[in-house]
């Protein structure tokens, strides 16, 4: 009689209650994981070396010059194409002939210079600059710094050239400059990076030969 018209607002409102607290708690759980999880990605983010190292490998990629300036040329020239070293070769040829007895040009003649001595072409007026170095082994190391840059290398001399700027394009007129002697050297020892793996194997592999 009278419970019947009360119990209706009750049952309501305590469905209301259930949905609102069903709400609350899923919101607490939800702040409850939030709060969980970041504690997880806070403790993990400092641990984890690997993003610094490779953060720390990434950068001398990208600032191009020091990296080139810090690999040795053998590296480049362990693949470089004489070929190509012959189109590169097409910057020189203004002031250099690089032919077997050819003239000297505003450049000296430049066959057989990879292992030759500085400053030694015949009937050449050199710099004092380059001329300071005379009988100095032109090296592929010399050559390449040289390459890089002729006024870094030797300030004061008169080749009005400002380098080439690609290890691998100066790698590749070395490699053709060489085979245009009566004795071209022969390509420098494997790049450091190939000779520091090789003994790691070499360890790796011992203790198993050894049993
Ligand atoms: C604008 C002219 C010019 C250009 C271009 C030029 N050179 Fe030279 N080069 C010279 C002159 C001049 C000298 C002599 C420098 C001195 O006496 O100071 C010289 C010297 C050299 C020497 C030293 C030779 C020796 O007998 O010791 C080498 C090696 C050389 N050049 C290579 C090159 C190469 C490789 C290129 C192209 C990538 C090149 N040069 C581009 C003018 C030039």
């Keep these: 009689m009278v419970p019947a018209p009360l119990e209706e607002p009750d049952v309501d409102s305590f469905e209301w209650n259930k949905i609102f607290g069903a709400a609350l708690a899923g919101f607490v759980a939800l702040l409850g994981i939030s709060i969980v999880t970041d504690g997880v990605y806070a403790t993990h983010k ?19 010059g020091p990296a080139e300036v810090q690999k040795p ?9 004489a070929e190509k070293g012959e189109a ?36 050449f007026s050199y710099s004092d600059a380059l001329g300071a170095m005379k009988g100095k082994p032109w090296s592929w190391d010399e050559l390449n710094a040289w390459l890089t840059s002729p006024k870094a290398y030797a300030a004061g001399n ?12 100066r790698a590749a007129v070395l490699a053709y400059l060489n085979s245009k002697s009566d004795s071209p050297m022969t390509l420098p020892a494997a790049p450091a990076e190939e000779v520091a793996e090789a003994p790691a194997e070499e360890a790796a592999a011992a203790p198993a030969a050894g049993q």
Aim: proline content about 7%.
């Design 73 to 81: 040329i053998a590296f480049y020239l362990a693949s470089a194409s």
């Design 158 to 169: 008169k080749m009005s050239f400002g380098g080439i700027a690609k290890p691998e394009d």
């Design 46 to 64: 400092p641990e984890k070396p690997g993003f610094i190292v490779e953060a720390a490998e990434e950068a001398p990629v990208e600032a191009a």
């Design 88 to 123: 590169v070769f097409k910057k020189c040829a203004a002031c250099h002939n690089n032919e077997k007895g050819g003239a000297n040009g505003i450049g000296p003649n430049l066959y057989g210079i990879v292992g030759s001595a500085h400053a030694s072409k015949a009937g």
